[in-house]
């Protein structure tokens, strides 16, 4: 028995996530009495005995530069097999873009009940029950998971990391791999931004900005903060912003630890896509503008006078010239 | 070429989320029923488009649900699919609704499968991969582009911090999203013509269920928005920064 943590990685680099997961995994494992273990495909130059301190015990690794593309057919079988060898009856994924391209199919794979969207630590006092969002966050179901084998897929931002002073071994598992059918022949990296659904803080601009020229201003508040860019679906829609920023129901879904909305009116379908975020903040003229229903904190006015004051007033807090 | 699409009924996103019987069941009161917009507007626009270049394309379309469901196949057909499964079986187990279409798939052997991105009511993304492993094809995830050459697909997906394109030998499974398609209604001609087309209800097969709800929690009422006034920017960042510690 073990929990088996799979662990997103992409350009050599162990992911955000897979902290996140680690600690979650680890917590489960102490939870029904047994030892956390995580799993690493592809070529990593990460320090992966550091791992430990995440609260792993073990780290297995299938070095192949053929697992550093995500091809959901051959991740399956691989992580089936280190399900096996490591004789795993908990395997947990972050339901990120890898996750939810193997998570379901290594569930298929293996029997396994799945929880996909997963909120918190499962409840194991009687059975073994997983708490995850539905309703785009507007509700949870707890669910429960009959099979002996189980797969959770936690949703990104949904616990803290937690770090011990472990160290954890670390093996090379040997796997025989399959060639992927799938031939990739290009990956579009968009450099010099945080990437939307990693970032802890978004900020984000809807038709209130009233046109592309405007976007400076939020711009300057993201920089200042670290903050990924995002936008309302109409923005998107009218080119005013790149396409991979529209958040919501259609769009990306995120979940932030500060979530700033400036000049978007708080539609459901806009709602749907960052609701999971921790703190909303709003900025709009209207005050009958729906999203301050949604938010914890808000003002009322001109954003193109809101903003730059607040810009200049994390400024002075950070000591930033 | 033959196309599967799977589509499931949805509440539309404007409907009010609320639980009965002890919250263990979703109240349907009053809610208004769609096809899940992923499956519509990006999984079966991309199928009859691919159909309009090359009208030999067979459009299949599966869903797993009770009766309620004829409406929205009904409306699937009338944007141009051929024929209709409907697998006679209500469950939320993921597994259980994958293995239903898997069966359909084993029996029609389709060049291209399409699933929604993930299904708007528990948001699981989880049909289309499922369906890969049970059928043994690939899976690509999350695609944003389609193209069709011979038996070749172009596909582009969203990967962590961007974008992927590969090229795929048929057969495959596709879950789709935004940019695959865009939006369409059903003209008249397609609303006449489908009511003489196929709906085939079939009992479910043998399969086992790995999950259940047990309930739903609504999440705990917000404490309200803390208003800040507009000549008082300083006292916004405070709280962000002292009470909330956003950042
Ligand atoms: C099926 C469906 C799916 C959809 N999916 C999405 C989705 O994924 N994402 C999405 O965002 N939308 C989506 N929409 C659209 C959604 O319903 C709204 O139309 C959209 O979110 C509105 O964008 P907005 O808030 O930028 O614009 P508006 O609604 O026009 O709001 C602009 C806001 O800016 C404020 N404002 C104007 N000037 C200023 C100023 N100087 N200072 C401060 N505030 C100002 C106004 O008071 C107003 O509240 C979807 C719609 C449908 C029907
Ligand atoms: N009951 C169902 N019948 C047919 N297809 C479904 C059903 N549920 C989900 N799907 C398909 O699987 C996709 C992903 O759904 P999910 O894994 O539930 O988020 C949806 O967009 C649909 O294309």
Known sequence: ?321 | MKILVCVSKTPDTTSKIAFKESNTQFEEAGVQWIINPYDEWFALVRAIELKEKDPSIIIHLVTVGGADCDPIIRKALALGGDEAFRINADSNDSFFIAAQIAEIAKQNQYDLIFTGKEAIDYNSAAIGGMISELVDMPYVSLATLFELNGTTATITREIEGGEEVAEISLPVVVSCQKGMAEQRIPNMRGIMAARTKPLKVVEPAAIDTLTSIVNFELPPAKAGCKMVAADNVPELIRLLHEEAKAF
């Open chain 1, 1 to 321: 028995m073990s929990v088996l943590i799979v662990l997103d990685q992409s350009d050599n680099h162990i992911k955000k996530s897979a902290y996140e997961i680690l600690s979650y995994g680890s917590q489960l494992a102490a939870q029904i009495g047994t030892t956390a273990e995580a799993l690493v495909l592809g070529t990593v130059n990460d320090d992966l005995a550091a791992l430990g301190k995440y609260g792993v015990s073990k780290v297995h690794q299938v070095n192949s530069e053929s697992l550093n593309h995500v091809d959901a057919q051959l991740y399956t079988k691989t992580i089936a097999e280190a399900v096996a060898q490591t004789n795993a009856s908990v395997v947990v994924f972050s339901q990120t873009h890898t996750g939810k391209s193997v998570a379901a199919r290594v569930a298929a794979r293996l029997k396994a009940g799945l929880v996909a969207g997963a909120a918190s630590l499962p409840d194991t006092s009687n059975g073994f029950i997983v708490r995850k969002t539905v309703f785009s966050g507007k509700a949870f179901a707890n669910i429960s998971i009959q099979s002996p084998i189980k797969v959770i897929s936690l949703n990104p931002n949904s616990v803290s990391v937690v770090t011990t002073d472990g160290t954890a071994t670390v093996d090379q598992l040997s796997i025989a791999l399959d060639a992927s059918k799938i031939k990739v022949t290009a990956v579009n990296k968009i450099t010099g931004e945080i990437p939307l659904t990693e970032a802890d803080i978004v900020v984000s601009g809807g038709r209130g900005l009233k046109g592309p020229e405007n976007w400076g201003v939020l711009l300057d508040l993201a920089k200042v903060l670290g903050a990924g860019t995002a936008c309302s679906r109409p923005v998107g829609d009218a080119h005013w912003r790149p396409h991979h920023e529209h958040v919501g129901q259609t769009g990306v879904q995120v979940a932030p630890n500060l979530y700033i909305a400036l000049g978007i009116s708080g539609a459901i379908q806009h709602l749907a896509g960052v609701n999971r975020s921790k703190v909303m903040v709003v900025i709009n003229k209207d005050p009958e503008a729906p999203f301050f229903k949604a938010a914890d904190y808000g003002i009322v006015g001109d954003l193109f006078e809101i903003v730059p004051q607040m810009t200049a007033e994390i400024k002075k807090l950070k000591g930033i010239a």
